[in-house]
């Protein structure tokens, strides 16, 4: 025990405390350089120099340039994720929770460009990411497959298609209007602008469309 009540590190426990910061430290790095040059500009050479390594010594951390990209994918995925989960536990109804999630996308997109590109488009040719990082994605849209059934079977939302096509079609209007609000105005907050303040009445055409169509017990005889 030191002197300051921290217990002393065994050398092994301090090499893999050590190895873990610089693991994070390369991780930022790589999302720095990402968000200025583009996802698919990361540059090895540029990455250890920012983090004070010799190129070589990077390989000891991730062994390619894709494991690289890997990591970064898994990282976008569980910081998604972590947003995603901090809507679903709060009480709110199925719209006001299609418009949380509308939002928490597009705030995504716009707080942590270089990963939403990585997770949700393909700006890396010949990336492709490791069975790992692909079933902690494929879990997410699992999990966002149950939550919004639950949903619509809570308020007697019963849509003209099926569940995965429901969902799939909320999908794409959450990336289509997030895609075009960075195209066109990266620069405003996720809510605002031309496409990014569409987010309410896109919530709206869906509640019109859909709504609650369960019968009724009146109606039911």
Known sequence: MRDDGRAVLSPQERRRRNRDEMTVAILDASRAIMRQEGAAALNLNEVARRV????????????????????????????????????????????????????????????????YQLVFERPVPGFTPSEKSMEASLSLLAEANAKVDEAFRAEGVVPPIPLSQATDLMIALEHGLTSLHIANEPDLPAGEGRFGALIPAAVELFKAAWGATKPTEEAGG
């Open 52 to 115: 004070g390594l010799r190129t070589p010594s990077l390989y000891t951390y991730f062994g390619s340039k894709s494991e690289l990209y890997d990591a970064l994918f898994l990282l976008g995925v569980q910081l998604y994720a972590e947003r995603l989960h901090t809507v679903w536990a709060q009480p709110l109804s199925l719209w006001e929770n299609f418009r949380a999630a509308l939002e928490t996308y597009m705030v995504f997109a716009h707080e942590c460009p270089e990963l």
